[in-house]
């Protein structure tokens, strides 16, 4: 019998009094791989949750998780780490709503992201799905991405709760990180977005912060996101991410997904029944679960439908105005239309425009470089082809090669589409280098060898090195820029749109170069923040050293003038905020967007700080000869430190400087502000490896690191003996642990019908070795029990018959 009536606040308090314990269990864990558990009978429908975020990927098959089964065609928008470079709030907003839009239209009442993880290292295989490397970009563009979805009455999932920067081993690694650089860096987006926007969900990391699992973990989960922050909404945990089930309920940790076929019920009755798990904690639960669906239920009758060409037509406006012109010698760029291209590169007619993994979108069309660009030049012109290289291999292929360089000797002008192949960067395994592959460098360096107008488009989703740059004329870098990446290029390269995208993370000179380079992605399952607070421009920056682009870079076909730099106030006490106004002008031919930055240097401080941090930036559009006034406030929050002593944001009296520019390394003006307060430092003094002269290659000693974290670094997992956390990779050494991990890898091939590609293969080779055994539990909808991985886990440890005849024991049981 279903039961029509809308849940109300006094219908969820009934409801609570009325669920059975069992019930109420049941509701704490996924009905499936997608929907939750529902009581049709009771007024509670079952809602869907859905994987993006560039996008819906709504899944046809009830099959597995990344992204391999069929999904709705739906419009595949920029990825975050090329929207980002937008630096657009409205934009963000306007892609947020139109996917929220699909989701109505599909009814999925939660799309699973913004995933907002900060950038620690640009080898991060999964960055392509994040903003930046700055917590407060991060924070801005997530905020504005929740609000747009939202808004369509969506829900979102703020993911991956916290401290969750790499792709190795992903499922069981150990963030070692201090209080200050955990709250600076690595919560302040969360803590923004949450704010600011209200995430109806938040999904856990799979990691652990400091020895504790990010799903079992209170601090982060009650104490800081609800108590501190304010969460009214549900916590769920990412797909098998569940530790200890009786622990999360305790944490805050409302929703175990997917469902693992009620593998910790019994576990949950038992401590509840026992005394270690309170009826409040779990009815807290049920309580958020019950509104979620409430919040859900409006738009879940009557239909909607999209209009797919707005939203494609938005996904061109979004690729287009984030694309990031990197390098423009001698204003090569724009193009004219009458003229010679040749167009080069296997690219720029099979475009990498979307990362892989939980985020593949199937987009509902695609516009290709070659078929946009052909479409757009004038008829007289002429555009020649050439692929040049052979993508899946880095091996060159001479007679592609060579009909390159011939169809590029006499053009013009030569476009080589080049970048990372999808095999290069993944969700699931991590990025060895930060190089290209070797056949399309040789490819740029051997047609700039023939033609001197050379047009280097880049489709990657993270940074790369760029020896060849010198040799070539323009650089466009389009990161992964959705479906209508084709027509976004074109738009670019001929100057129907003036890019305006600014880089929203460093690009090094080489994958040596970061501070986190040696601390990246750790061993044996634990990785140590031994940077602290050098992420990114914060480390280059404060060491002066070289990089190929800073953070915040980005070309313009006109340039503009910054005049009158204004504060405010000249003091202020930490109270109050004060006000930045500055003129910009457009002082080239073209109109424009200009992206102005507002970085923050504190003059002297108790504690180590980074030479400048990003609090505000403002984008303004500008006619050619137009001046327009842009203000951006600066608030507490802007000079504020988190002082570990006091465990709360302090702000020193003294003096700071105010940077404005159009990249961290460009500051076009500097003013002088005063900050009193109240407020003394009585803490310990930074260790002194973290104040300057930081070395050239970064390293911190274990002792100023113990200094920094305030307590000794736990100790690495014992591999031995074998435990529900020891990964495949550890235990297929041994007998049976090898005969475990054929089977387990047999089976999660199985899953693919057709063919694969190989950059899915290494996805389920690499997601397998990386699985602890847990996951044999969570991830087959509780086909094994948690007794029989005990049991196996007891034969793993040497001790067969006992652990034979738990498995057996409990099979004749069942
Ligand atoms: C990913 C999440 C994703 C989930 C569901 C996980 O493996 O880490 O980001 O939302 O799968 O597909």
Not at 256 to 285: H, R, W, Y
């Amino acid at each position: 019998m279903t039961n029509n009536k809308k849940l109300t606040k006094e219908s969820i308090k009934e409801l609570i009094n009325i669920l059975t314990l069992e019930q109420k269990v049941k509701l704490c864990s996924g009905k499936n791989l997608w929907y939750l558990e529902d009581f049709e009978e009771l007024g509670i429908p079952g809602i869907m949750v859905a994987d993006g975020p560039h996008g819906l990927r709504k899944q046809v098959t009830e099959v597995e998780t990344l992204g391999i089964a069929d999904s709705v065609p739906s419009t595949c928008f920029p990825t975050a780490a090329t929207l980002a470079c937008s630096w657009d709030r409205e934009l963000v907003f306007e892609v947020g709503n139109a996917i929220g839009e699909m989701c109505r239209q599909e009814k999925v009442s939660v799309l699973l992201g913004p995933g907002i993880n900060i950038k620690r290292s640009p080898l991060c295989g999964r960055n392509f799905e994040y903003y930046s490397e700055d917590p407060y970009l991060t924070g801005e563009m997530a905020t504005a991405f929740i609000k747009g979805v939202q808004n369509q009455g969506i829900g979102t999932s703020l993911k991956h709760f916290a401290v969750n920067n790499q792709e190795y081993h992903r499922m069981v690694f150990d963030s070692i990180i201090d209080e200050r650089t955990l709250r600076e860096i690595y919560l302040t987006g969360f803590e923004m977005a949450v704010k600011n926007a209200q995430p109806w969900t938040m999904m856990t990391g799979y990691n652990r912060i400091n020895g504790i699992f990010c799903s079992d973990n209170h601090r982060l989960l009650t104490k800081i996101l609800r108590e501190e922050w304010g969460f009214n909404g549900v916590v769920m945990s990412d797909w098998g991410g569940t530790n200890d089930r009786v622990a999360g309920i305790k944490a805050g940790m409302d929703l175990e997904m997917p469902s693992s076929g009620g593998a910790f019920d019994d576990m949950v009755k038992e401590s509840l029944e026992n005394g270690t798990l309170s009826i409040d904690d779990l009815n807290k639960s049920i309580e958020r679960l019950l509104n979620l669906v409430k919040k859900s239920q409006a738009q879940l009758d009557g239909t909607y439908l999209c209009d797919m060409n707005a939203h494609h037509r938005l996904a061109r406006k979004a690729a287009a105005e984030s694309a990031v012109l990197l390098k423009n010698e001698g204003n090569l760029l724009p193009l004219k239309k009458d003229i010679h291209v040749a167009i080069v590169g296997d690219m720029a007619k099979n475009l990498r425009y979307q990362g892989h993994g939980s985020s593949l979108i199937n987009p509902d069309r695609l516009e290709t470089a070659m078929d946009e660009i052909s479409r757009f030049i004038d008829r007289e012109a002429v555009t020649t082809y050439a692929q040049g290289y052979l993508s899946g291999t880095d091996k060159t292929d001479t007679g592609l090669l060579k009909e390159a360089v011939t169809t590029a000797t006499n053009a013009d002008v030569a476009i080589v589409f080049v970048g990372l192949p999808p095999i290069f960067e993944s969700e699931g395994y991590d990025r060895e280098h930060m190089a290209m592959p070797a056949n399309h460098i040789e490819l740029i360096e051997e047609i700039a060898a023939v033609n001197d107008n050379v047009v280097v488009v880049l489709s990657n989703g993270s940074p790369i090195e760029l020896p060849w740059i010198d040799k070539v004329k323009s650089v466009l870098e389009t990161y992964l820029g959705g479906q209508a990446s084709g027509g976004a290029v074109t738009d670019v390269l001929f100057g129907v749109v003036n890019p305006s995208g600014k880089l929203a993370e460093t690009f090094p000179m080489n994958g040596h170069d970061t501070a986190t380079y040696r601390y990246f992605p750790g061993e044996s399952r634990q990785v140590q923040y031994r940077e602290g607070l050098y992420v990114g421009y914060r480390y280059f920056d404060t060491v002066g050293k070289e990089v190929r682009f800073p953070f915040g870079h980005g070309l313009s076909y006109t340039t503009f003038e910054y005049s009158n730099f204004s504060l405010s106030k000249a003091e202020i006490t930490d109270a109050e905020s004060v006000i930045a106004t500055v003129t910009v002008t457009n002082t080239g031919n073209v109109a424009g967007y200009e992206i102005v930055q507002c970085y923050v240097h504190d003059l002297e401080s108790s504690v180590y700080r980074p030479e400048q941090e990003l609090k505000n930036f403002a984008k303004v559009y500008i006619q050619p000869g137009e001046s327009r006034e842009i203000t951006m406030v600066l608030d507490r929050r802007s000079f504020a430190f988190y002082d570990v002593n006091t465990a709360d944001w302090q702000v020193e009296t003294g003096e700071f400087e105010i940077r404005l520019g159009s990249s961290s390394r460009d500051i076009k003006l500097r003013r002088r502000l005063t900050v009193t307060s109240n407020f003394s430092f009585t803490g310990s003094p930074s260790p002194d490896e973290y104040r300057l002269p930081l070395k050239e290659h970064f390293t911190i000693s274990d002792d100023a690191f113990t200094e920094l974290v305030g307590q000794p670094v736990p100790p690495v997992d014992p591999v031995y003996p074998f435990h529900i956390n020891s990964t495949m990779g550890e235990i297929k050494d041994t007998f049976f642990g090898r005969i475990i991990y054929k089977r387990a890898r047999k089976a999660a091939f199985k899953v693919w019908k057709g063919e694969m590609d190989d950059t899915t293969k290494k996805i389920i080779e690499i997601g397998l070795l990386g699985s602890p055994l847990r996951s044999l539990v969570l991830l087959t909808g509780g086909k094994f029990s948690f007794s029989e991985v005990q049991g196996l886990i007891t034969i793993l440890n040497g001790r067969f018959f006992k652990g034979l005849g738990m498995v057996l024991g409990l099979i004749r049981n069942k």
